[in-house]
């Protein structure tokens, strides 16, 4: 049963607000570790945690209240000077965000959540009594272990592995710490990557790698992401668009009265196609429109990562800066939503594999703090993400060396690999280049990962690297995934559709221009080496004619000319997908203005179906002769 039965809808207006705000929080947190002194930063963490606060009470959610107003106690002593910001204190800090988040998650099944843990109640408690150091995390953990020291027996019974250290625990509780048995200080243990991400941003076990879950969110996150901020101009556009289409709409009636009348002369024609005109224009802006409500700043998606960078960082020992560029860039909310996981694969990459140790950084001669970017920004239809750290680059020759040793490839492949393809490597099940597994990557999963789910996003990923100098990953993404440019093509009657996007130019296939390079059918196209693949042969069928028309495409890094009967122009197909059955290579399909049914070909698939190692199969152009009785 319900919590907060009759309160559903304030709960869900509360989480989505409270949720931006604790994001904005954690980021405000990054920000003030590096400048302590902000007084400015300083009060609007506090009145982000003051707002919270305020909406736990009125639906008298305690717990999350008492964990708010302690936070608040904290950061009033920090912005009244009586208090410093320290690495510890913002340690503490920044557990008490991320147990708020997980409140916040079990608010999402209308549910009171329990209460914070008593070490963190403490230590917070500790902190604002200016009480709190680095060996007082140790003194009121309950379940760590007891020193070992000839005194030890007489200062404090030993916890064990298999239970609770009581007296710590008492002392937690009761807020009266316990006189320490004399010993070396113990380090704090340093926080599993899981348990950072998860604190940061929330995590379910079928995150990790190797367990079988269903990708995307939760669904209790789906629910609440059903919800969607926009814009009221963008609305008032919508309505007077929708005012206009229906004033058109009563003229062509109106014309259609006349006409049906026998009222056929040029005048009436005439303002029947300029009424058909301004419906057409009238349509296409109130698509574009109504596809605008859709998008929405990246940003949103952008303000979760600093913390994480922040934690995996400093779980590593590393000195990281994530710098966010382009954060109004506006991209569609269902991409944002699938976006998440890859870029936090991306980033972790980076803090782990990219960037170098301290040490490592002052010996190259370069400086202790290291950089992450993450970028976005709209090229043309396209928005592209950048990520990019200032660390040691990849080694062509060592993911070579690694790949053949994983025997993902061979040596034959290994040597007519160029420098592209061997960053390309990484993106294979299975290869890794670390020397065993940790928390936070060594299984070869991670970068595949991200590859699969930018492609489904019928989007691309590209590695651009420089040893010494670091490493950028470059993602490609289509505005929307509702409406989809596409060039007709046909095959003898049939058409299909090609993503616009791919399409470089259209030209003619002259047969005595054709040169056969390496077994496969050439054309020069400025100075450029391209081969043909024929539609026919990559679909598997029969090849009858000679093709006459080539649309030169790039798909990834792959640069051809697609070999078709002819084309039939340009459509903005309104995509629907095969759910129950989607034959190799094709995408989705669409229904043409005809009523014909077209496939959407999938280009990618269809050049890994039929293709060697570098995607480029090696397909006739010329139909063969019959054979002689």
């Not at 056929?264 to 802006?285: I, K, M, P």
């Not at 703090?369 to 080694?395: C, F, P, T, W, Y």
């Not at 040169?515 to 026919?536: C, D, K, S």
Request: proline share 5%; hydrophobic share 45%.
């Amino acid at each position: 049963m319900s919590d907060f039965a009759g309160m559903e809808d304030l709960l869900q207006d509360f989480l989505i607000e409270a949720g931006d705000l604790l994001s904005g929080v954690d980021n405000k947190l990054v920000d003030l570790e590096r400048a302590p002194d902000d007084r400015g930063l300083l009060n609007e963490i506090f009145r982000g945690f003051h707002t919270i606060k305020g909406g736990a009470g009125f639906l008298n959610a305690t717990e999350l209240v008492t964990l708010c107003h302690l936070t608040e106690n904290l950061f009033d002593n920090l912005r009244n000077g009586q208090l410093n910001v320290t690495p510890d204190v913002m340690d503490v800090i920044l557990e008490a965000t991320g147990t708020v988040r997980e409140m916040f998650s079990v608010l999402e099944r209308a549910t009171q959540p329990a209460g914070a843990d008593a070490t963190l109640i403490a230590r917070l408690k500790q902190a604002i009594a200016g009480e709190l150091c680095a060996g007082h995390a140790q003194e009121v953990v309950p379940f760590a272990a007891a020193p070992a020291s000839p005194g030890a027996a007489t200062a404090a019974p030993a916890a064990t592995s298999l239970g609770p250290n009581w007296e710590l625990l008492h002392s937690a509780v009761t807020e009266v710490v316990a006189k320490p048995a004399p010993s070396a200080p113990v380090a704090a243990p340093a926080r599993a990557a899981e348990e950072v991400i998860k604190a940061a941003v929330g995590r379910r076990a079928g995150d990790k790698p190797g367990v079988n879950a269903p990708t995307g969110r939760r669904e209790s996150e789906r629910q609440r992401d059903n919800s969607i901020r926009v814009d009221t101009t963008r609305l008032d556009q919508v309505l007077n668009l929708s005012g206009e289409i229906g004033l058109t709409k009563n003229r062509l009636n109106a014309l259609r009265s006349e006409i049906l009348s026998g009222r056929n002369d040029t005048e009436t024609l005439h303002s029947l196609d300029l009424a058909v005109s301004q419906l057409d224009l009238l349509v296409s802006d109130l698509q574009n429109a109504v596809m605008k409500t859709r998008m929405q700043p990246i940003g949103r998606l952008f303000q979760k990562y600093p913390r994480i960078a922040r934690d995996l960082a400093r779980n590593l020992g590393k000195d990281v800066e994530l710098v966010l560029a382009g954060e109004e860039t506006e991209i569609d909310k269902t991409m944002i939503e699938d976006l998440g996981d890859p870029i936090i694969h991306l980033i972790r990459n980076a803090v782990d594999h990219g960037v170098e140790d301290a040490a490592d950084r002052i010996a190259a001669g370069k400086s202790e703090k290291s950089v992450v970017r993450l970028e976005a920004r709209q090229e043309g239809d396209h928005i592209v993400i950048l990520v990019a750290d200032d660390g040691r680059g990849m080694n062509p020759e060592r993911l070579r060396a690694k790949a053949i040793e994983k025997g993902l490839i061979t040596d034959e492949e290994s040597n007519a690999m160029d420098e592209r393809q061997s960053f390309n490597l990484v993106f294979l099940p299975g290869f890794s280049l670390a020397a065993q597994v940790s928390d936070v990557s060594g299984r070869g999963v991670g970068m595949d990962v991200v590859r699969t789910n930018i492609q489904k996003l019928n989007g691309s990923i590209e590695i651009q690297s420089q040893m010494g100098k670091g490493t950028t990953f470059v993602i490609s993404l289509p505005l929307t995934l509702a409406i989809l440019p596409v060039l007709l093509v046909r095959i003898g009657d049939q058409p299909f559709a090609v993503p616009l996007s791919m399409v470089r130019e259209i030209l003619p296939i002259d047969i005595r221009e054709v040169q056969e390079v390496g077994g496969r059918a050439t054309m020069v196209v400025r100075g450029e080496v391209l081969p043909i693949l024929p539609l026919v042969g990559l679909l598997g069928w029969p090849l009858e004619r000679v093709p006459q028309y080539g649309v030169l495409m790039q798909v990834a890094e792959l640069s051809f000319i697609l070999a078709v009967d002819t084309f039939a122009g340009r459509e903005d197909a309104v995509i629907k997908s095969l759910d129950d059955f989607r034959p190799r290579g094709v995408a989705g399909v669409t229904t043409l203005s005809n009523g014909q049914i077209v496939l959407i070909l999938d280009m990618k698939e269809l050049l890994g179906g039929a293709g060697d190692h570098r995607g480029m199969p090696r397909l006739a152009l010329i139909p063969k002769e019959p054979a002689a009785a």
